[in-house]
């Protein structure tokens, strides 16, 4: 790569590279091919070589601190960053390898420190350097579950580098994603609203540009400062506890924050900020989750005890988990049997069931064959409630189990083992439609927060209950988050009626609807776009809304704005109502609503019909997956994966998108071969064979690559 001498340095210290390694360019650029020819160990010699001469040269240091991290040679890299910090303290690459070398050694809470320093030095001169390891600090965020600070990286490194697709990416990833909840995605800004006294004000202004800045470890020490004499200005502790939230000092963030939230007279404010205080400390409104137990009995033979269990109506046999491939046997063993507990036989779905009818598990149980290093082994799994001993003494007794003699107790007191006290594990009849298992959903979830909920002891409002909490004001804003968390986490209805009656019933005030002409959707906080007056909003910003919504994945109130923008017919020749449909069908399917998705996608044939454009394989991969998931409408899904493989088949796009359709439903491998053949034998193969194998498109794309076609659900 030859390098203009009057571009950019690419050792990154923002200067032009005349007036930086220009002695050394011929020599880097033989290396540099070398690196891109992959040719590691040579490059490194030759860079140790030209070092005898240019000891203290950034491009030469900083192109071998990275092959050597690369190359997981951390030590040698340490040193290699030390000597260009030693001659070049403020090196903005320098420091961003400091940085990134503390991040995967020592992790989050000590790297950021480093992350901060090079923010400070580089957001000028080398932003996309910065960006760079802005999203690589994001990902190791999000691994440690930190979701606050994480979203905060993403969004600074998206600020530096808005050219970045691959941050682009990650950033819309990280919002859409359904497994992030809403108020971890809150969009909080530093801002003062508050006058500030005259001689407190250049220092407190300084603090604020830091923090909008992305200098979050410096503002937090200004502000940490001024909060002493500026200690009843409410805008100094919510900025401060910002601040450590994006560093995550938690335990000052979440001491920051209360102190804003008991001045806070907006309630609103207070419950979103309160919620976020919550989440650092990791606690959440449903309760603390339940210890188990596991009991492991010593047995001769599970083949003997299995065909017993299978016989009885009141143990579900559970598919196992398929071995990972990427981990040898004889780390993972797997059971040879697995049963689901149940408080009742299944039975036969009846039409107008109640949550109440329906059989329930009661714990787990799995039996292992015997190997070279284990006996064969009966394992019982139980939460540790009221019914424990009870369900252990029935399971011991029907399943003929010696119970005088387990052979290890264990109690499971974090991780996938302990259920929430509000855990809907039913197991549904067969055939049961999909729309009656969403009905009792909701059905139990509106019982629950209504009649239960207000009655169960929580941690975080020091044990008291719900009812017990709403008679003192302290716990107001405690209360009023929780509901809000609850409203994001387990509504999937698009209204809040719920919650309002809970609301009452505690005397918290009402959520009120948001009817302003000036309101801006860009910066409406996320929890509040529920409360929007949906009918009143111009076009203008019922299209940002609804694109603000779609952003973040907001199901409730996107489905709702939807519907609206569909029945608008100024919008007709501004927006194209087609894609919107698409939209609200993912987002119908995503809360298993398939009856509206099947409705959506049809609205959106009918809108290309008028458009006078054909989008035919689009919609028909659209809905195929919606189908798979309608059991009593087989004979509709056969019908349309026929219609899909004899009018689109022979385009490799929808073959590969079709590919992935079926490998996400379990019938398909990743060569093409049919894991599982449906019930009926009428699903035709490309080109009219009826085989156990889909043709698949020639080797330009692998299976593991996203189709050119884009199919709903698949980003």
Known sequence: MDHDVYSPCPCGSGKKLKWCCHTVRTEMQRIEGMIENEQTIAALKAIDSLKQSESSNPWVLTTQARLLLQSEERDKATDCIDTLLKHHPEHPSGLSLRALDELS????????????????????????????????????????????????????????????????QYLQNFRSSLSVPPLLKERFLIYSEEPVPEKHNDRYQTAITLAQQGAWHRAAEELDTLSGPLKNQKDVWRNLGLCYTWTIDNDRAVRALRKYIAMETDFNNASRFEALAQSLENRFPWGEELDAVRLTYAIDNPTE?????????????????????????????????????????????????????????????LLYNQTTELPARFIIQLPCNEHRDETQNWIEKESGVDP????????????????????????????????EFRRLTNKERFVWLTQTWSQVALEQLDGLTPAEAARKQTYKASLGAMLLVLEQEFLWETTSAPLQVVRKR????????LEN????????????????????????????????????????????????????????????????????????????????????????????KKYQRDL???????????????????????????????????????????????????????????????????????????????????????????PKLWVPGDD
């Open 105 to 168: 050694a020592e992790g989050p809470m000590p790297g950021l420190v480093k992350v901060q320093d090079a923010v400070r030095v580089g957001s000028e001169h080398s932003p996309q350097e910065i960006a760079r390891l802005l999203m690589a600090t994001a990902s190791l965020l999000t691994e440690r579950s930190q979701i606050p600070a994480a979203g905060k990286h993403l969004e600074l490194a998206a600020q530096l580098d808005p050219s970045s697709e691959p941050i682009a």
């Open 305 to 365: 005890i299995i065909p017993k269990l299978e016989a009885h109506d009141r143990f579900h046999a559970l598919d196992i988990p398929a071995p990972d491939p990427q981990q040898p046997e004889s780390v993972t063993e797997h059971p040879e049997a697995m049963f689901s507990v149940l408080d009742r036989p299944i039975g036969e779905w009846q039409e107008d069931c109640t949550p109440e009818e329906l059989a329930r598990s009661l714990g787990e149980v």
């Open 404 to 435: 005088l003699e387990p052979t290890e107790t264990e109690t499971i007191t974090h991780g996938s083992g302990r259920p929430h006290p509000i855990s809907v594990r039913w197991q549904i009849p067969d055939k049961t439609p999909r729309h």
């Open 506 to 513: 505690l005397g918290l005030p009402a959520q009120t609807v």
């Open 517 to 608: 002409e000036t309101l801006d959707p860009e910066t409406l906080p996320l929890s509040d776009f529920g409360r929007l007056s949906i009918s009143t909003l111009s076009d203008d910003q019922l299209l940002i809304a609804f694109q603000e919504c779609d952003r973040f994945r907001l199901l409730p109130p996107l489905l709702r704005l939807g519907d609206e923008m569909l029945n608008r017919p100024t919008l007709e020749t501004r927006v194209d109502l087609g894609m919107v449909c698409a939209a609200l069908s993912n987002s119908a399917h995503s809360v298993f609503d398939t009856d509206a998705a099947i409705k959506y996608t049809q609205r959106g044939r009918e809108f290309d």
């Open 616 to 706: 035919c394989a689009f919609w028909d991969l659209n809905e195929l997956p919606i189908q798979f998931y309608v059991p009593e409408n087989q004979s509709n899904t056969e019908k349309l994966l026929n219609h899909i493989v004899e009018k689109h088949g022979q385009d490799p796009s929808v073959q590969q998108a079709l590919a992935q359709i079926l490998q996400r439903f379990g019938l398909l491998d990743q060569s093409g071969e049919l894991i599982q053949k449906p019930e009926s034998d009428s699903i035709l193969m490309p080109g009219g064979e009826q085989n156990d194998k889909l043709w698949l498109p020639e080797q330009e794309q692998t299976a593991t690559e996203k």
